[in-house]
């Protein structure tokens, strides 16, 4: 009893070296220690009221699932805080629990009076139970829900009773039930007006700008759909951790957040050090060296939820700081990393989803999935595939076609079914279509219309370049029949199949032609290890620095395929691995064709190719971005909706208003000169 006294001192007093107790209050204060029954005796002059009355037509026989009856008075204290007991939640009541005393706690999600009865649903992270009272039987109880606003936090205690037919909600799961609300305790209010409403803003969200959202965050995690998004992410990575742990003896390791910046890849977020002046810490862009060094240590089988950071450009499926799910594995070859992975995401897919993926998936080789798709990450879900007619044109009459073959080009189509009718001429000259075309670098978009009788129109000088026979050999290579479209693109093979590879999706999800209840997950295999960097004019890494050869291209590893692997589902990249070098003269060999020098090999570096020589293992591993892969079974369209709290696209948080200057002090401390 004496600490409910000492609540009621000034903060300063009891927390305060300085400022011991005044003396009239530590004489009072011993004497309420020695006497601790006058605050008994007393407790009719404290400011405690009660916001409920009990009714004397409370049914008497109601079962409880309170702890005890003395526990049942809920008490409201102004600016006190107070911890209530709750014996129940609103989503998991049901039919069974009718004649049950409960205690709820919750927020008003909806509030609504009818004659003399008021309602109210109340919700917390369960989801939404009926609650209602009347006048007559409980009248503080009913005085108080009459005043509650939405969003209102709020505590209730009553019985659980079954509607009446008529008032039955199929639609809720709690649509049976309701509850006869007998007290009612506010624990907080709402001060300020609400910026959009949570229980309608499921139905109104995509007129909610994002903007608000993520500055109102709280409120707006209070939606069904993105307390679902939140709780389907813990459940992918709880059934993650059970599965490689319990099922495949994986290991849970912790990496360095504080790490060493490395020239490949995006850009660092790089940490100034204080006790090391003039120094730098790069937060990781991924663990990669560090696992790889892992399997060094002989940790056999590793795996990590691990938060990584890149400092680039954002997008809807980007973040500047975002999780993956990391894995490496020694003595583990090629096939046997792949059916380990296949059977990871298949049982994901199955418990979360209830669809069962194909068994094994489904594969195409880089130079496959570039040629037929213009993509590495090809959506197979529709077709339009892309076809190379380059030979058709040889020696043509059209310029640009005849200009683009002798300058080492090629010519590539997409045939659209029904296209003819379903773009017009001024729609594929400066409409939409031609639109997506200049966007992805094209200078221009021949095309051609394949007509009832068979005849084609479009550009003149493209129309009178084909021959009959020549026109046959186009409409057949491009399965084209009367109503088709063909669209062209010409150049080098890059940007050809940039350019028809964006064309490609506008249109299939423009025309519907994307069946959207198909679930489409492949494996990409074999690509080049390295690429060209015409800005740089050098050679880069495709994939990383780090990623092995394949043996067979080893006399000439410029031009060598690497054993590397992307993981595909619905045209979106969710994973992507490979296995490692593990020997150092192949990566010294690597690192001299990206043109890094053995003395910034062995200044950034230097302790991986030191680990190759203490006897490292074959190795190989894969990173699987677990934002982008909850995002998709959501079925959301932003990893923003899966993110408790997440950046904006200029990369800033619209909750903290991070990031933010900092003192000055801050500032010297790190040998920084404020401006």
Request: charged letters at 20%.
């Given at each position: 009893m004496s600490t409910l006294f000492l609540r009621a001192l000034p903060t300063i007093t009891l927390r305060s070296k300085n400022f011991p107790l005044p003396f009239p209050l530590l004489r009072f204060h011993k004497f309420i220690i020695n006497n601790p029954k006058f605050l008994l005796l007393n407790t009719t002059t404290t400011r405690t009221r009660t916001i409920s009355s009990v009714s004397v037509s409370a049914s008497t026989s109601a079962e409880t699932l309170l702890p005890n009856s003395k526990q049942s008075s809920i008490p409201f204290n102004d600016g006190a805080l107070e911890?209530?007991?709750?014996t129940g939640f609103c989503g998991n009541l049901s039919e069974s629990d009718v004649g049950k005393r409960v205690q709820l706690c919750g927020w008003v999600a909806l509030?609504?009076?009818?004659?003399?009865?008021?309602?109210?649903?109340?919700?917390?992270?369960?989801?939404?139970?009926?609650?209602?009272t009347l006048p007559n039987d409980f009248p503080d109880a009913h005085s108080i829900v009459n005043d509650l606003r939405l969003e209102y936090v709020v505590a209730v205690e009553g019985v659980v009773r079954s509607r009446p037919s008529e008032s039955v909600n199929k639609k809720m799961k709690t649509g049976k039930i309701e509850v006869a609300a007998e007290r009612v305790q506010v624990l907080n209010s709402v001060r300020s007006k609400l910026p959009f409403l949570v229980t309608t803003g499921d139905d109104v969200k995509d007129s909610l700008k994002e903007e608000i959202r993520l500055r109102y965050r709280c409120l707006d995690l209070r939606r069904p759909q993105m307390t679902s998004n939140i709780l389907l992410r813990h459940r992918v990575v709880k059934l993650i951790r059970r599965y490689l742990e319990d099922e495949h003896g994986f290991v849970e390791i912790e990496t360095p957040i504080l790490s060493k910046s490395t020239p490949e890849g995006a850009r660092d977020y790089l940490v100034p050090s204080r006790v090391q002046p003039g120094m730098f810490y790069a937060l990781p862009q991924s663990p990669q060296l560090f696992k790889q060094m892992l399997m060094v240590s002989g940790f056999d089988k590793y795996y990590q939820i691990a938060r990584c950071f890149r400092d680039e450009d954002l997008r809807a499926d980007r973040q500047p700081e975002f999780t993956q799910l990391d894995l490496e594995l020694a003595f583990t070859p090629l096939e046997e990393m792949l059916k380990l992975n296949e059977d990871l995401i298949r049982q994901v897919f199955l418990d979360i989803k209830g669809v069962q993926l194909p068994n094994p998936f489904p594969r195409l080789t880089y130079a496959e999935a570039m040629s037929r798709y213009g993509s590495d990450r090809p959506d197979i879900r529709f077709d339009l595939e892309l076809k190379d007619v380059s030979d058709v044109f040889l020696d043509s009459a059209f310029k640009v076609f005849a200009d683009t073959l002798s300058n080492g080009g090629i010519i590539k189509t997409i045939c659209v079914p029904s296209g003819a009718k379903a773009y017009s001429n001024t729609n594929l000259k400066k409409g939409d279509i031609y639109t997506e075309a200049i966007k992805s670098g094209a200078k221009g978009l021949p095309f051609l219309k394949v007509l009832d009788d068979g005849n084609i129109e479009g550009i003149p000088a493209l129309v009178s370049c084909l021959d009959p026979s020549k026109k046959d050999n186009l409409l057949k290579r491009c399965s084209a029949v009367s109503g088709d479209l063909i669209l062209?693109?010409?150049?080098?093979?890059?940007?050809?199949?940039?350019?028809?590879?964006?064309?490609?999706?506008?249109?299939?999800?423009?025309?519907?032609?994307?069946?959207?209840?198909k679930d489409s997950i492949l494996w990409v295999t074999d690509f080049p290890m390295?690429?060209?960097?015409?800005?740089?004019?050098?050679?880069?890494?495709?994939?990383?620095?780090?990623?092995?050869?394949?043996?067979?291209?080893?006399?000439?590893?410029?031009?060598?395929?690497?054993?590397?692997?992307?993981?595909?589902?619905n045209g979106v990249e969710?994973?992507?691995?490979?296995?490692?070098?593990?020997?150092?003269?192949?990566?010294?060999?690597?690192f001299?064709?990206?043109?890094?020098?053995?003395?910034?090999?062995?200044?950034?570096?230097?302790?991986?190719?030191?680990?190759?020589?203490?006897?490292?293992?074959?190795?190989?591993?894969?990173?699987?971005?677990?934002?982008?892969?909850?995002?998709l079974l959501a079925g959301a369209t932003s990893i923003r909706d899966v993110i408790a709290f997440p950046k904006t696209t200029t990369a800033q948080c619209a909750l903290t208003h991070a990031p933010s200057e900092v003192d000055s002090?801050?500032?010297?401390?790190?040998?920084?000169?404020?401006?």
């Open positions: 911890w209530v007991t709750r509030h609504r009076i009818h004659g003399a009865v008021t309602f109210l649903n109340l919700r917390d992270h369960t989801g939404i139970v009926q609650v209602t062209f693109a010409v150049g080098g093979r890059s940007s050809v199949n940039k350019t028809l590879d964006r064309l490609r999706l506008y249109i299939a999800h423009h025309l519907g032609l994307v069946d959207q209840s390295f690429e060209w960097n015409s800005s740089e004019n050098r050679l880069e890494a495709l994939h990383h620095p780090f990623t092995a050869p394949n043996p067979d291209d080893m006399n000439d590893l410029s031009s060598a395929c690497a054993l590397a692997y992307d993981m595909v589902y969710i994973g992507g691995g490979s296995l490692r070098i593990y020997k150092r003269e192949v990566q010294e060999k690597v001299e064709i990206l043109g890094i020098s053995p003395e910034q090999a062995e200044a950034k570096f230097g302790y991986l190719l030191e680990a190759f020589d203490l006897g490292a293992p074959p190795h190989g591993g894969i990173a699987f971005g677990l934002d982008r892969l909850v995002m002090q801050q500032l010297r401390d790190l040998s920084f000169k404020p401006q």
